[in-house]
């Protein structure tokens, strides 16, 4: 990347996601995943299959290995490797997965919003905190607010 591309990028953010150790990821994400792509919402700068083993040990799972069903093709994300992820993170992951899962580490930026991040770095605005309310959390939160009504 050069000083121009840099200018424009979006946000960057990373997600691990956790399948059931009972249950084998089926790819039918993976078809609106590549319509957020298709759509310029997202770029995908990373995706990585892993297993975590009884014994906490994690592996690599090449997407091609994982046998979706409905002819998803995976070619893009086979691709999405910008070498952001490293060993660190990957120790990260294995520590929320559940012994005997597998997940998925997504690594992408959000081209939604490269303009505005693009605008305010111009300005001189830096971000200085970010975060994400899980949809659990927003539910419990509401459930108080009828409970307290």
Do not use: H
């Amino acid at each position: 990347m050069n000083d121009n591309d840099l200018d424009v990028l979006g946000p960057i953010d990373y997600l691990v996601v956790e399948f059931p150790a009972d249950r084998k990821p089926d790819g039918s994400a993976l078809p609106l995943l590549i319509d957020l792509v298709d759509r310029n919402i997202i770029r995908v700068l990373d995706l990585i299959f892993v297993r975590k083993d009884a014994d906490g040990a994690l592996s690599g799972i090449a997407i091609e290995d994982l046998g979706f069903e409905g002819g998803v093709d995976v070619t893009l994300f086979a691709e999405a490797a910008s070498g952001l992820i490293d060993r660190t993170d990957l120790e990260e992951a294995a520590a929320v997965l559940e012994p005997g899962c597998s997940g998925a580490i997504l690594v992408y930026e959000n081209c939604w919003a490269a303009p505005f991040a693009s605008a305010l770095r111009r300005e001189g605005a830096q971000l200085v905190a970010s975060g994400r309310i899980p949809v659990q959390g927003i539910l419990a939160a509401l459930d108080a607010l009828d409970a307290s009504s």
